[in-house]
């Protein structure tokens, strides 16, 4: 079994700092209410950035229904998370996205270029020393002694994954306007938030605070 995998984030193709999501800001204020004499400025758009997320008008200040050919590039950011099932499971339920995910239907971990075996995301939460760490160990070595025979012996890897622990690893990316990217980090950055998914949710939620202040700057992290 490959050696306890750490989840983490692919953040080189995700998010970016996008000039012109300040111009349709204002043009956003100029047409609601009907102000056209607001200067063009980057200061302009994060004011208005901010009072709209105020009054409830964050579905206005994206719109991609009403505009969508202007802002589908500028809204949508996509980033791979590399987790266990158990956690991509919960990301793929935010319904206002898209994913592509890693299948366990066509990847055949019997296969050299797995080295056949399988690999598993460590538990955050128990120490490698502890008695439900080396359990949970034993489980993973049995899950990948099974799924390996049932292959040898004929199985499809659709088949074979039957025995694949929540623990396998699992990469998928997500694309989501930065609307659902705020629902996304209320929800999975929450205390309430499995473990697993606040590893991996807290620290894109800081790239994104770096990278698009404006937008995501109020959304605070509790322990």
Not at 40 to 66: C, H, K, P, S, Y
Not at 69 to 77: E, K, S
């Amino acid at each position: 079994m490959c050696p306890g995998v750490d989840a983490s984030l692919d953040i080189d193709c995700g998010v970016s700092h996008h000039p012109r999501l300040f111009e349709i800001n204002v043009v956003f204020e100029r047409t609601l209410l009907q102000h056209p004499d607001i200067r063009l400025t980057a200061a302009t758009g994060n004011f208005i950035v901010r009072v709209l997320l105020g009054v409830a008008f964050i579905r206005m200040v994206w719109a991609e229904q009403d505009i969508i050919q202007i802002c589908t590039l500028l809204t949508q950011q996509s980033f791979k998370f590399i987790v266990d099932r158990g956690v991509s499971h919960e990301i793929v339920r935010h319904r206002i996205a898209a994913y592509c995910q890693e299948s366990t239907r066509y990847c055949n971990y019997y296969m050299g270029k797995f080295g056949e075996e399988i690999a598993v995301i460590e538990p955050c939460f128990w120490d490698e020393n502890s008695e439900e760490y080396q359990l949970w160990f034993k489980c993973m070595k049995y899950s990948e002694e099974m799924y390996l025979q049932l292959i040898h012996a004929g199985a499809k890897p659709q088949e074979a994954r039957s025995v694949l622990p929540n623990s396998l690893k699992t990469e998928v990316v997500m694309t989501a306007n930065l609307r659902e990217w705020r629902h996304f980090f209320k929800l999975r950055t929450s205390p309430a938030a499995h473990p697993q998914m606040r590893e991996v949710a807290i620290p894109l939620l800081k790239e994104f605070q770096m990278l698009i202040p404006v937008v995501f700057d109020d959304i605070e992290v509790s322990v």
